[in-house]
């Protein structure tokens, strides 16, 4: 019974983790619009964020709207766009491979990103004009993978969920943990403004605990399997 | 941040969803589609992070040629499966198939063209450059021909189907002008093929088990080995599973086939015939025949008569063949035949499936006839759930040039003279025999492909003697990927290209009496320098200056029949199509039964003539007969211009002869037979050895396994790992009457010599017996197959890891040592069921 209690609820883990991974994507794709701070600045949003410890300081929650918009758009290409130095959210930068193939635009990261999301499946969209690995495109791809997972387990596909977890599993471990939490800490460190350091510690602290936590997943899944087997 | 546990994050992701699902203007996607969990059509290599990439093809281990699926990974197959796609397979594969990446890279395998040094046998070699092999080869073979003798060379294959036959055989040795060419069916199953186009004509049953109620099977091992095995095993399981469909299996072996029977039968060996023409018999006698059927079926000398006077020749004929007489043969009770012969004739539709157990013996003939006689007075014939004519696609394909030249050909292929009826398969066991013999010639230049002729007929050592001897073959050439028994009698070895790494158009029969048009696509490059044969024959063309023109490589030969097919076939969907999806089938067709009732239009026959003595309508022209006034069966070929039979006032399509002039009537009465001065209907000949047998004599019987193909596939190591030495089954009191017990080393002995193996004793055998399988056994076949490495270059890599895994040092013990090449007067079929042995310890 317990076993299944717990089967049960991880549909809506999946969908949640994938939720995660959305809104993630959209705060790492470009800068906040007036429609996505509105949500932010939801009060039942900003209380989940608290919970979380994430803490946005009163002018984020109070200031005039357009004043907050320009702010956010000008710590964004600080941080993330240049022109001077910044920090680019792309994997090839981050991630050192070890052979040194990596500290630059289009490395071996970026062609194995490329090719696992499409061998996934999914293909870059052509209005898309950014690079393959950066890192919004990561965690959207993790956003799709999450949805399909709950989809499996909803349709009780236990081979396909198997497959599901494994796959995100390689992903997090080759790629997002990586780099992400070493992208994260420099973002940190360097943020000006509460909203993308937090952000950023959010981030970093859900790939880490989405490394631990996809094992347990996995297991689980292969219990549930094992008498089918 | 402390409060980032599982908790908040998942309050986190609830209130993230609400956020997404509001803000409509908040999409951004930058990845479109959704993550596709692929299980048949793509995949991902988790362990290397590697795309596979998934190509459509079709296995070849075994002639099956099931539809596949090959995932390949940075340029290496990693991977075969089923194509799901596959009307045949329903995407199952079997573990022959699943070893194909074995077949490519076990380390043994040859990877260039080798040449041998010092004597013939000796085994000791040097590389050559393709170039410098088929200049050579070339150079042998045109002199042949420009000497006026392209007879002298000989080409001998195991397996050649669909488009490399016909681009081998057809074209190649057809426009070089050598007609001395055997294949390998003798010694598989053409004996019931024979025994078919004596009868339904064109050969090739297949078993409608989607649609049967009841299956009656003799010797038929179609859970383990099958040449449909993967399409029809599944659907035999399905029948009994879905709908439970009762299987009675005859043999004298419980095989996996008579375990997953609903009764399994221990039967003597080569007594099959006795209890099919008793259980005829007592459905004849009990009047539970289907009278409708019998206006298709000859059953005395007169063509023209009724259905009641051929209900009463059968009633007579059959009169002497009571359950109690079978009894005394058999071993089988007379209730036992009389309560199956009632089954099979009530449960309607009805099957009766055959194969070499009941077939390759000297009276496998009339046993397969008498299986034919079942099914048609019960009416059981190209029915839904009966036995069906075979339906496989009709491709078309470049011929070649259209002057070709007249195929001389020494007599070789078809037996000794007069000792063979009707040999329309061959007599493949012989053409060694034949060449020692000498008296129809030898062949200057003996080819072998897709064949190990040393191990794969009888009297082994025989042959071997034969092959080695440069004085009766000057010169002897194989394409292979592996150092084998005859390879290594070979003077140049052509390093042939696998299966899954060439091109061919496919066309084995379908279970459901669709046709399926597939194709074999190379999945990899072939590695070192090992090319396929269809390849090199365009090139050795053209070393000999008699271009072929169907285009440079096979590739493209498949790729111009594509073309030919789609104007041919309607909605045939192209090359392209078949190269994305491996398999097409007409999605409008319906399964084809019953096209024996199909009428004759007038304005067809108005080319043709009515030959009264058989009731056949024939083209003389078609035939192109000189003397059509000799009439239809005296006229040589005249099948060819068969058109219909006349039955009643009606000319039907009926049941068309092919390779022999049968009427067209489903023949149960053979004026072909009674020529040849063999009993028009099916009867039973006792075996001349089994009835001369000592009382301390044993039967030996020889069967497939499951995970093996012939003598192909002990190098690939996974189906060496599951299947790797060969014990002889023997029944406890048998073993105990000789002393021996289980794993005993025992002596085997036959009147053409003595192996040494190991007994198993077990009761899935019948007393008097003694069973030995094949495939092991092996002199070569690398490590894994003989745990001998190839002394050729490119191979011996000991760098598979495997190589460490193996724990295996037993290699099996082959019985065709002692089982000598002996052939069905009627058909030709290898006799491997009727060798008599004495079996002592050792």
């Known amino acids: ?229 | 941040m402390a409060g980032l546990n599982r908790r908040n994050f998942m309050k986190f992701g609830i209130a993230s969803g609400a956020l997404l699902a509001a803000g409509e203007g908040l999409k951004s996607q930058a990845l479109a589609g959704t993550v596709k969990l692929q299980m048949g059509g793509k995949d991902f290599n988790f362990k290397t992070g590697t795309e596979r990439k998934a190509i459509p093809t079709a296995c070849w281990s075994c002639v099956t040629r099931c539809a596949a699926m090959g995932f390949v990974e940075d340029g290496r197959l990693v991977k075969m499966e089923s194509n799901p796609e596959s009307i045949r397979t329903l995407g199952k594969m079997c573990s022959k198939g699943q070893s194909g990446p074995n077949d490519v890279y076990f380390p043994d395998r040859i990877l260039y063209p080798m040449k041998r040094v010092g004597k013939r046998g000796e085994g000791k070699w040097k590389r050559i450059t393709w170039d410098t092999a088929l200049t050579e080869l070339s150079g042998r073979m045109k002199k042949l021909r420009d000497n006026g003798h392209p007879e002298k060379f000989m080409f001998h294959y195991g397996r050649m189907k669909a488009s490399s036959s016909k681009l081998i055989k057809s074209v190649f040795l057809a426009n070089y002008g050598t007609g001395t060419i055997s294949g390998h069916t003798s010694i598989c199953e053409g004996g019931k093929w024979v025994a078919q186009e004596l009868t339904w004509g064109k050969h090739y049953d297949n078993w409608d088990f989607d649609k049967t109620k009841f299956v009656l099977n003799f010797g038929s091992n179609i859970q383990e080995a099958h040449t449909n095995h993967i399409p029809t095993s599944q659907r035999l399981i399905r029948a009994k599973v879905e709908r439970g469909v009762r299987t009675v299996t005859f043999d004298v072996r419980y095989s996996n086939t008579a375990a997953k029977s609903d009764e399994w039968i221990p039967i003597k060996p080569g007594t099959d015939g006795a209890v099919v023409l008793a259980i005829c018999n007592v459905i004849m006698k009990n009047n539970l025949y289907d009278k409708s059927f019998f206006k298709f079926i000859r059953a005395t000398e007169n063509v023209n008569a009724s259905a009641d006077e051929k209900i009463s020749a059968l009633k007579s004929h059959l009169s002497k063949y009571t359950p109690k007489w079978a009894e005394k043969i058999t071993g089988v009770s007379a209730s036992k035949i009389e309560s199956t012969a009632k089954e099979f004739a009530k449960a309607k539709p009805a099957v009766v499936i055959s194969y070499r157990g009941a077939v390759a013996h000297y009276n496998g003939n009339d046993t397969e006839r008498g299986c034919q006689m079942l099914a048609a007075i019960t009416g059981n014939i190209d029915n839904p759930g009966g036995r069906c004519r075979g339906i496989g696609p009709h491709w078309k394909y470049p011929k070649g040039p259209k002057d070709k030249p007249k195929a001389k050909k020494l007599k070789l292929a078809h037996g000794f003279p007069g000792t063979v009826a009707y040999p329309n398969h061959g007599v493949c066991q012989q053409v060694l025999p034949m060449i020692k013999d000498g008296k129809a010639g030898r062949p200057e230049i003996y080819m072998w492909y897709c064949h190990n002729p040393v191990y794969v007929n009888g009297d082994n050592q025989g042959n071997r003697e034969v092959l080695k001897d440069e004085k009766m073959i000057p010169f002897t050439v194989t394409s292979n990927i592996v150092y084998d028994e005859s390879s290594k009698l070979a003077d140049m070895i052509l390093p042939d290209a696998t299966y899954l790494e060439r091109w061919d158009w496919e066309d084995m029969v379908s279970p459901n009496q669709v046709p399926e048009y597939y194709i074999r696509q190379a999945l990899i490059k072939p590695l070192g320098e090992a090319r396929d044969l269809g390849d090199v024959v365009i090139e050795l063309a053209e070393k000999m200056g008699m271009p072929l023109g169907v285009g440079s490589t096979k590739e493209e030969y498949v790729k111009k029949s594509h073309e030919m097919t789609a104007k041919a076939v309607k909605g045939f969907p192209g090359f392209d199509y078949m190269k994305k999806h491996g398999v097409w089938h007409d999605p409008n067709a319906k399964p084809k039964y019953y096209s024996h009732k199909k009428e004759i239009k007038a304005d067809k026959l108005k080319d043709a003539i009515l030959d009264e003595a058989t009731g056949v309508y024939w083209n003389p022209k078609k035939a192109h007969a000189k003397n059509p006034e000799k009439g239809y069966a005296e006229t040589k070929k005249a099948y060819k211009g068969y058109v219909g039979q006349k039955i009643g006032e009606k000319v039907y399509k009926s049941f068309p002869p092919d390779k022999v002039n049968k009427s067209g009537y489903l023949e149960l009465y053979s004026a072909l037979l009674k020529k040849k001065g063999f009993a028009p209907l099916p009867t039973y000949y006792p075996i001349p050895e089994h009835e001369k047998m000592k009382p301390d004599e044993l039967h030996l019987t020889t069967y497939k396994v499951a995970v093996h193909v012939h003598s192909r596939s002990t190098h690939r190591k996974w189906l060496s790992e599951i299947y790797h030495d060969n014990p002889g089954w023997m029944n406890p009191k048998t073993a105990a009457d000789r002393g021996i017990k289980d794993g005993d080393k025992i002596k085997v002995k036959s009147p053409i010599g003595e192996i040494v193996t190991n007994a198993r004793v077990t009761e899935k055998i019948v007393p008097g017996v003694i069973a030995i399988s094949y495939h092991v056994g092996r002199e070569e076949s690398g490590r894994y197959g003989s745990g001998r490495k190839s002394p050729v270059a490119g191979g011996a890599n000991d760098n598979d890891p495997d190589l460490k895994n193996k724990f295996w040092d037993t290699y099996g013990m082959h019985p065709n040592w002692i089982i000598p090449n002996s052939d069905d007067p009627i058909n030709g079929q290898q006799r491997w069921m009727d060798t008599v042995v004495t079996v002592t310890r050792a």
């Not at chain 1, 300081?57 to 758009?73: R, V």
């Not at chain 1, 990596?102 to 690079?131: D, H, P």
């Open chain 1, 1 to 229: 019974m317990e076993k299944n209690k717990k089967t049960k609820d991880i549909p809506e883990t999946a969908r949640q983790r994938s939720n995660i991974y959305g809104l993630l994507t959209l705060i790492y794709r470009a800068e906040v619009t007036k429609e996505l701070l509105k949500h932010i600045r939801d009060p039942e949003f900003l209380s989940v964020l608290s919970d979380m410890g994430a803490k946005l300081e009163d002018d984020f929650l109070t200031g005039p709207e357009d004043e907050l918009i320009e702010d956010l758009a000008v710590e964004y290409a600080r941080l993330f766009l240049g022109p001077a130095k910044h920090i680019s959210p792309h994997e090839s930068i981050h991630h050192d491979t070890g052979d040194g193939d990596w500290g630059q635009f289009w490395g071996k990261s970026t062609v194995e990103v490329k090719k696992f999301i499409e061998t996934a499946g999914l293909e870059y969209k052509s209005e898309y004009t950014g690079l393959p690995d950066h890192i919004s495109v990561e965690l959207e791809f993790m956003q799709e993978a999450a949805r399909r997972e709950a989809q499996a387990r909803e349709e009780n596909d236990s081979e396909g969920l198997l497959y599901c977890l494994k796959m995100e599993k390689k992903f997090i471990d080759e790629h997002l943990a990586k780099w992400i939490p070493i992208f994260c800490d420099i973002v940190i460190s360097q943020a000006e403004l509460p909203f993308y350091r937090e952000m950023a510690e959010v981030t970093k602290h859900f790939i880490e605990f989405e490394k631990d936590e996809i094992n347990k997943y996995i297991s689980e899944a292969g219990t549930v399997l094992s008498p089918d087997r």
